[in-house]
T-cell receptor
Framework: LAKTTQPISMDSYEGQEVNITCSHN???????ITWYQQFPSQGPRFIIQ???TKVTNEVASLFIPADRKSSTLSLPRVSLSDTAVYYC??????????????FGTGTKLQVIP | SQTIHQWPATLVQPVGSPLSLECTVE??????LYWYRQAAGRGLQLLFY??????ISSEVPQNLSASRPQDRQFILSSKKLLLSDSGFYLC????????????FGQGTRLTVV
């Protein structure tokens, strides 16, 4: 599995856009990039997944440059309820990620009123 | 739609006692199944994963074991609990078709006393 590196923590004020970047220099050709959100005492929740360029859903956007060695999760206009840990995962068929879903340390986002 | 059930939600067990946590998935067939543990304030540690009935892969040597007696049932066990086994245990499943999207149960908070 491609190793990922993300900031340990981030602070943001309510209403701001938050961008969390994840580095994955060893990403394989068939790997996808997936982001999860975890609140205390709950299981992680899938946010968004992408392969290249840009993906957007009702919750977030995911920006992936052409070399795919990094990705950026963008949360528009965060609120206090977005305070959570955000995990970036990389994996897919034929890279070991098909069978294993392994989490890194994540980024703890604290939204400030 | 697919759902995952994990129980119990909380558990307090004495040191040396046995453990059995059960997880079942509905609405899908042949899922990949996972057990994770999360110590307080830490990331998720993958303990076991399974790609089919009777097929278990262990990620971390320890006094825990896992079994998959049926396609959508995953059990985490221990013959004798240690204090260090305390933590938040999460079961998850994935379809394994694309990337690493996984869906988590609500978790079991285990306290070994």
């Amino acid at each position: 599995l491609a190793k990922t590196t993300q900031p340990i923590s981030m602070d943001s004020y309510e209403g701001q856009e938050v961008n969390i970047t994840c580095s994955h220099n060893n990403i394989a050709t068939n790997d996808y990039i997936t982001w999860y959100q975890q609140f205390p005492s709950q299981g992680p929740r899938f946010i968004i997944q992408g392969y290249k360029t840009k993906v957007t859903n009702e919750v977030a956007s995911l920006f992936i440059p052409a070399d795919r060695k990094s990705s950026t999760l963008s949360l528009p206009r965060v609120s206090l309820s977005d305070t959570a840990v955000y995990y970036c995962l990389v994996g897919g068929p034929n890279s070991g990620g098909y069978q294993k879903v392994t989490f890194g340390t994540g980024t703890k986002l604290q939204v400030i009123p | 739609s697919q759902t995952i059930h994990q129980w119990p939600a909380t558990l307090v067990q004495p040191v040396g006692s046995p453990l059995s946590l059960e997880c079942t998935v509905e609405g899908t067939s042949n899922p990949n199944l996972y057990w994770y543990r999360q110590a307080a304030g830490r990331g998720l540690q993958l303990l076991f994963y399974s790609v089919g009935i009777g097929q278990i892969s262990s990620e971390v040597p320890q006094n825990l074991s896992a079994s998959r007696p049926q396609d959508r049932q995953f059990i985490l066990s221990s013959k004798k609990l240690l204090l260090s086994d305390s933590g938040f245990y999460l079961c998850a499943w994935s379809g394994g078709n694309i990337g690493t999207e996984a869906f988590f149960g609500q978790g079991t908070r285990l306290t070994v006393v």
